[in-house]
């Protein structure tokens, strides 16, 4: 579990999440290998969720998980569902 400085340093890095102005965003969950957040864009009326590795340099497997996990999102958003 992070202390309360890391806390604070890893939402401040949220707020600059590639260029987007961030009104809020919440840590939800950390497990030592990813950080999940609930992020609301300033202006929007929504929220997203956002998963970070938890390391400044993470492992080359991460990534590559990350990468492939996110690729999943054309068949689910697909409408194709097996029953």
């Known amino acids: 579990m992070i ?3 890391e806390r604070d340093d890893k939402l401040r890095q949220m707020n600059s999440l590639h260029g987007t102005d961030v009104n809020r965003a919440s840590i939800l969950r950390e497990d030592g290998e990813l950080t999940l ?3 609301q864009p300033t202006g929007g009326t ?3 969720l ?3 590795p938890a390391d400044e340099h993470p492992p080359t497997a991460l990534l ?3 990468a492939h996990e996110f690729a999943l999102k054309d068949v689910l958003n697909s409408g ?4």
């Open 3 to 5: 202390d309360g400085h």
């Open 37 to 39: 957040y609930r992020v």
């Open 46 to 48: 929504g929220s997203v």
């Open 50 to 52: 956002v998963v970070r």
């Open 64 to 66: 590559e998980r990350l």
């Open 80 to 83: 194709q569902r097996a029953l």
